[in-house]
T-cell receptor, first 109, second 115 residues
Framework: GQNIDQPTEMTATEGAIVQINCTYQ??????LFWYQQHAGEAPTFLSY????GLEEKGRFSSFLSRSKGYSYLLLKELQMKDSASYLC??????????FGGGTRLMVKP | DVKVTQSSRYLVKRTGEKVFLECVQD?????MFWYRQDPGLGLRLIYF???????EKGDIPEGYSVSREKKERFSLILESASTNQTSMYLC??????????????FGPGTRLTVT
């Protein structure tokens, strides 16, 4: 089985940097995903990590350490529209995704 | 763009009713999934299908069944709705596992209330 932990809520200021952590304990591992979900909308794909290291995509970066069972999503130059829930998900060897509870990020002016 | 559509955004049903939730995708994806999303619990997989007429149980299949008669359509069935099935239901689809990132594309969700 899988166990995925991430903080329930975070608050940050517009223009700042925020890091959302995700730790996982899994029986198998075949990649980690981050999704963004605005209230009342579908989750949308942000990033995918399968090897250790940092993947950068514009203002968003995602980091993975497989030995530590740890990932983070880094959001730079925060904008009000970044207020959303951020979902960490692990793909097991069976190719199903298991999601964490999600982190609700509130960006304040 | 990939499009995943769900038959209803909001649905209210009575306890004991049979409920059908429909999902259609237009990208010829082999894999389709049904999740429910509840506060604090995240998305939990109910069932998935990797081909027509094929299905696999997810983490919480009890009280649900599925049907996949055509590649583009995946239906979730609540045989006898109960109040603890009040939730947001999300459908997703993806390419098969050989695709590098195996990204899942989600529909807009159906908020089901069982009274």
């Amino acid at each position: 089985g899988q166990n995925i932990d991430q903080p329930t809520e975070m608050t940050a200021t517009e223009g700042a940097i925020v890091q959302i952590n995700c730790t996982y304990q899994t029986s198998g591992f075949n990649g980690l995903f981050w999704y963004q979900q605005h209230a009342g909308e579908a989750p949308t794909f942000l990033s995918y990590n399968v090897l250790d290291g940092l993947e950068e995509k514009g203002r968003f970066s995602s980091f993975l350490s497989r030995s530590k069972g740890y990932s983070y999503l880094l959001l730079k130059e925060l904008q009000m529209k970044d207020s959303a829930s951020y979902l960490c998900a692990v793909r097991d060897r069976g190719n199903m995704l298991t999601f964490g509870g999600g982190t609700r990020l509130m960006v304040k002016p | 763009d990939v499009k995943v559509t769900q038959s209803s955004r909001y649905l209210v049903k009575r306890t004991g009713e049979k409920v059908f939730l429909e999902c259609v995708q237009d990208m010829d994806h082999e894999n389709m999934f049904w999740y429910r999303q509840d506060p604090g619990l995240g998305l939990r997989l109910i069932y998935f299908s990797y081909d027509v007429k094929m299905k696999e149980k997810g983490d919480i299949p009890e009280g649900y069944s599925v049907s996949r008669e055509k590649k583009e359509r995946f239906s979730l069935i609540l045989e006898s709705a109960s109040t603890n099935q009040t939730s947001m239901y999300l459908c997703a689809s993806s390419y098969p596992r050989l695709a590098s990132s195996y990204e899942q594309y989600f529909g807009p969700g159906t908020r089901l209330t069982v009274t």
